[in-house]
C-alpha cells in the first residue's frame, strides 16, 4: 500500500523553531510537497521537493532524503497565525497528490 | 489572480438525494483534480482531469460518482444518490501543465462540506 507517516500534533511556543516529519512508503515518488490548512480553509501550498537537500522559503525550510524516504518542514520564528494543520503530499508524476493524515501545530505565546 | 474557487461552500442533505458541486480552476490551467478529506482521514485523490478528458479516475469510490468537465473549464462532481458514508469535505485543486519545475504544484479550492442526513 502507499502511505506517508507524520505525527499527528505538535506544539510550542512563539519565536520558537518547530519540525514536521514525513515518511512515505509509495510505488512511484516524482517529489514532496508541503501545504498548510486554516480551519475551514483551502490547503495552501507551501513547498515542493523534487531534489534532495534543503529549500528555503522565508521562514519556512523543507527538506527531502530519498534514499531515506523522508522529509521534514522547518518552521523558524513561529507566530500565532502558524496555528494550523500541516500536510505532506507525494506527487507521482502529475497524477494524483497522496496525502498524509496532516499535523496539527498549535502555537501558544 | 483569482484562485479556484468552488460552490457551495455548504451543502446539508438527506440520504438518498442528488447534490452537485462545482469548481472553478485558476483560469489556464488545464489539470483539475476532485479530492475528499472524510472526518479524520487524510484527503483522497478521487478523480483527475487534462482539458476535458479523465485522465485518472481510479480514486472514485463508486458508481454514484459522477464527474464531468465540458468545455475545458469548470468541473461538476454529483453524488446521486448521496449515501451517509459520503459526508465530508470535497476539494478542489487545479495545475499548470508542462514540464517546469512547479509543474506538480497543486493549488485547492476552499473545499464543500458535504453532510448526508
Known amino acids: 500500500g502507499q502511505s506517508l507517516e507524520q505525527p499527528s500534533e505538535v506544539t510550542a511556543v512563539e519565536g520558537a523553531i518547530v519540525q514536521i516529519n514525513c515518511t512515505y512508503q509509495?510505488?512511484?515518488?516524482?517529489?514532496l510537497s508541503w501545504y498548510q490548512q486554516h480551519d475551514g480553509g483551502a490547503p495552501t501550498f507551501l513547498s515542493y521537493?523534487?531534489?534532495?537537500g534543503l529549500e528555503e522559503t522565508g521562514r519556512f525550510s523543507s527538506f527531502l532524503s530519498r534514499s531515506d524516504s523522508y522529509g521534514y518542514l522547518l518552521l523558524q520564528e513561529l507566530q500565532m497565525k502558524d496555528s494550523a494543520s500541516y500536510f505532506c503530499?507525494?506527487?507521482?508524476?502529475?497524477?494524483?497528490?497522496?496525502f498524509g493524515k496532516g499535523t496539527t501545530l498549535s502555537v501558544s505565546s | 489572480e483569482a484562485g479556484v474557487t468552488q460552490f457551495p461552500s455548504h451543502s446539508v442533505i438527506e440520504k438518498g438525494q442528488t447534490v452537485t458541486l462545482r469548481c472553478d480552476p485558476i483560469?489556464?490551467?488545464?489539470?483539475l483534480y476532485w479530492y475528499r478529506r472524510v472526518m479524520g482521514k487524510e484527503i483522497k485523490f478521487l478523480l483527475h482531469?487534462?482539458?476535458?478528458?479523465?485522465?485518472?479516475e481510479s480514486g472514485m469510490p463508486n458508481n454514484r460518482f459522477l464527474a464531468e468537465r465540458t468545455g475545458g473549464t469548470y468541473s461538476t462532481l454529483k453524488v446521486q444518490p448521496a449515501e451517509l458514508e459520503d459526508s465530508g469535505v470535497y476539494f478542489c485543486?487545479?495545475?499548470?501543465?508542462?514540464?517546469?519545475?512547479?509543474?506538480?504544484?497543486?493549488?485547492f479550492g476552499p473545499g464543500t462540506r458535504l453532510t448526508v442526513l
Open positions: 485543486a487545479s495545475s499548470q501543465d508542462g514540464g517546469r519545475r512547479w509543474t506538480d504544484t497543486q493549488y
Open positions: 509509495t510505488s512511484g515518488f516524482y517529489g
Open positions: 521537493n523534487a531534489l534532495d
Open positions: 503530499a507525494v506527487s507521482q508524476a502529475g497524477t494524483a497528490l497522496i
Open positions: 483560469s489556464g490551467h488545464d489539470n
Open positions: 482531469f487534462v482539458k476535458e478528458s479523465k485522465q485518472d
